[in-house]
């Protein structure tokens, strides 16, 4: 019997210490120190014969084949986006998401509308309560097989009877080693589990696709280590109230991190959305005020965003100030910039500022579009439905550009909109579009034009 040994790992960020201490030094955090049991290892290979006779042999990059008919299709177009082509063969992804996102509904679906062979294995769920959720989806992959267990041996063991070519864990924080002592969920659990999957990849070249849970500050549960040791960090939100959701790259061993996926949960599941910018703009009958689009870009992806402002008389002392989906800070500023520039009271007013569709926006360019919502609702006068904005405000009022402004434009022409409004500092030419693009360079103009 090996002795046993124990060290103590910071439930939050990972770090290891000989001994107990009240904070963190590393995140300063109080009282998530705790003392985790690991013994000595003594079989860590998750399949050992294949390992001993294997000799290593270093290539120079010319030699080395690459095959990018490799990537396996999962059927599923976003995700697929996202992941810059397809899954690699061998690698390792994190999902990640907030509890009710849809990750157990997206593995699933990946797994069901593939004809390749799944593992999908569930630590969650038991096997009935897989199937009531696979009813609900339309797809039907005869060639699934769904496996509830957690203790990783185990999971190897099917792993070779199976011989899948995708293999799903839902979730990392419930399985369990042998080799560890220490309970599921856990720093050196995750850890060791998490290596002995990319261990069984890398040397499989079955790709793993683990879901993962989060902290309630939005970081993947358990060390940063985890992120660190995997491929892919796909990271899974929006709004659990709202239907929408975004499919995000944080980190792509084998394809940029700009691409994004949006999805709609459904009752039977989630719909791939192709062209967002149709499902985020409200269809009203008739003007209102208090409504502004903006072209704005999520990742690569241009998205037409719908910002709506209320700006009421104070009742309290203090104006109220609210933000939902856009930065309060920035909200602040800009009201600012109106008072200084506009010559609007609005230390007066309350002012509400909400982005539809539960996204959260942080794309400088959506600024224009937030104080034309903003004097639109003070002046009380609708901003005609087919005008947009893209354009960031400077401190001094000014209307700065912004970046790949073509592509905006192009995306607002697509969905008909008949008037953009830009920045003057934008350096292009505005005569091969059909939309008409107006220049404007300080808040001033903005006013005359919309609100003469
Ligand atoms: P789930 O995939 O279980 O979330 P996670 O694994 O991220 O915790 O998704 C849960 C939510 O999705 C649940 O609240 C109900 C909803 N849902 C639908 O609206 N339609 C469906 O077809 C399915 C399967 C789930
Ligand atoms: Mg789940």
């Given at each position: 019997m090996a002795k046993t040994k124990t060290t103590f790992f910071?439930?939050?960020?990972?770090?290891?210490?000989?001994?107990?201490?009240?904070?963190?030094?590393?995140?300063?955090?109080?009282?998530?120190?705790?003392?985790?049991?690991?013994?000595?290892?003594?079989?860590?290979?998750?399949?050992?014969?294949?390992?001993?006779?294997?000799?290593?042999?270093?290539?120079?990059?010319?030699?080395?084949?690459?095959?990018?008919?490799?990537?396996?299709?999962?059927?599923?177009?976003?995700?697929?986006?996202?992941l810059g082509g397809g899954i690699v063969p061998g690698s390792l992804?994190?999902?990640?998401?907030?509890?009710?996102?849809?990750?157990?509904?997206?593995?699933?679906?990946?797994?069901?509308?593939?004809q390749k062979r799944?593992?999908?294995?569930?630590?969650?769920?038991?096997?009935?309560?897989?199937?009531?959720?696979?009813?609900?989806?339309?797809?039907?992959?005869?060639?699934?097989?769904?496996?509830?267990?957690?203790?990783t041996q185990y999971i190897f063991r099917c792993i070779e009877e199976v011989e899948p070519d995708i293999v799903i864990v839902d979730s990392i924080q419930t399985l369990h080693t042998n080799t560890i002592e220490a309970s599921p969920g856990s720093i050196s659990q995750i850890r060791e589990t998490a290596a002995e999957l990319i261990k069984f990849a890398k040397e499989s070249a079955t790709p793993v696709l683990l879901i993962g849970h989060i902290t309630k500050d939005g970081h993947i549960a358990g060390p940063k280590i985890l992120e660190h040791m995997v491929d892919v960090v796909l990271q899974f939100e929006g709004d659990r109230n709202h239907t929408y959701r975004i499919l995000r790259a944080q980190k792509n061993r084998f394809g940029a991190t700009s691409e994004i996926g949006i999805y709609e949960m459904l009752s039977t599941g989630l719909r791939e959305v192709e062209n967002p910018s149709e499902i985020l703009i409200s269809h009203k009958e008739e003007s209102l005020s208090g409504t502004a689009i903006s072209a704005t870009l999520e990742g690569l992806r241009p998205l037409m965003i719908e910002v709506q402002a209320l700006v009421s008389t104070a009742v309290y002392g203090t104006p109220q100030r609210s933000a939902t989906g856009y930065n309060l800070?920035?909200?602040?500023?800009?009201?600012?910039?109106?008072?200084?520039?506009?010559?609007?009271?609005?230390?007066?007013?309350?002012?509400?500022?909400?982005?539809?569709?539960?996204?959260?926006?942080?794309?400088?360019?959506i600024d224009l579009a937030v104080i034309s919502a903003i004097l639109s609702s003070n002046e009380d006068e609708a901003i005609p439905q087919n005008y947009c904005f893209a354009a960031e405000i400077g401190l001094a009022g000014e209307i700065r550009p912004i970046n790949r402004v073509e592509q905006r434009i192009l995306e607002a022409e697509k969905l008909g909109f008949k008037k953009i409004f830009i920045s003057k500092f934008n350096k292009m030419s505005t005569t091969r579009f059909n939309i008409d693009v107006v220049l404007i360079s300080k808040i001033e103009d903005l006013l005359q034009i919309l609100f003469a």
């Open positions: 910071c439930q939050n960020c990972g770090t290891q210490y000989a001994k107990w201490m009240g904070q963190c030094s590393s995140c300063n955090e109080w009282n998530t120190i705790v003392e985790e049991i690991i013994q000595k290892e003594e079989k860590r290979e998750w399949k050992q014969s294949n390992t001993s006779k294997k000799t290593t042999k270093a290539l120079q990059i010319k030699d080395i084949i690459l095959n990018e008919e490799d990537r396996i299709d999962t059927k599923n177009n976003e995700l697929n986006r996202v992804i994190l999902l990640g998401g907030e509890p009710g996102i849809g990750k157990s509904t997206l593995s699933l679906q990946i797994a069901l509308s593939t799944i593992l999908y294995i569930s630590g969650e769920e038991s096997q009935s309560q897989i199937k009531m959720r696979a009813e609900r989806l339309s797809d039907k992959n005869p060639n699934c097989l769904i496996l509830t267990e957690t203790k800070k920035r909200l602040n500023m800009l009201l600012a910039v109106l008072e200084k520039r506009a010559g609007f009271r609005l230390g007066a007013k309350d002012v509400f500022l909400n982005i539809t569709g539960g996204i959260n926006v942080d794309d400088p360019a």
